[in-house]
């Protein structure tokens, strides 16, 4: 029973965290101003990097878990960088 509910459990995630990131790439296409269209990327990449450990779970391989990390500090750098150059216009000085 205990391997089955986790079946289920992790479905259920990757189900609802692809419903997250259909809800987050919506934010980026419509979003009305600079800052919604950076929060939209800020989720979705925090969203990727979910689902990423959930296929890493489900399968039992390392491989998504280094890919999870690589999106996380990237996606953290990029978002960074997008808050700097929205409130300063540059982002080297």
Known sequence: MT?????WSLLLAQLM????????SWR???GPRAQ???????????????LL?????R??????FEAALVIALLGFVSTAALA??????????
């Open 53 to 57: 450990i959930t296929f890493g779970i």
């Open 84 to 93: 700097k150059f929205l409130m300063r216009g540059e982002v080297i000085e």
């Open 36 to 50: 919604d269209r950076v929060v939209g990327l800020d989720t979705a990449y925090v969203n990727a990097t979910l």
């Open 28 to 30: 980026v296409l419509r």
């Open 3 to 7: 391997v089955t509910l986790l079946s």
């Open 17 to 24: 965290l692809g419903a997250a990131m259909v809800c987050a």
């Open 59 to 64: 399968s039992g391989t390392s491989v998504f």
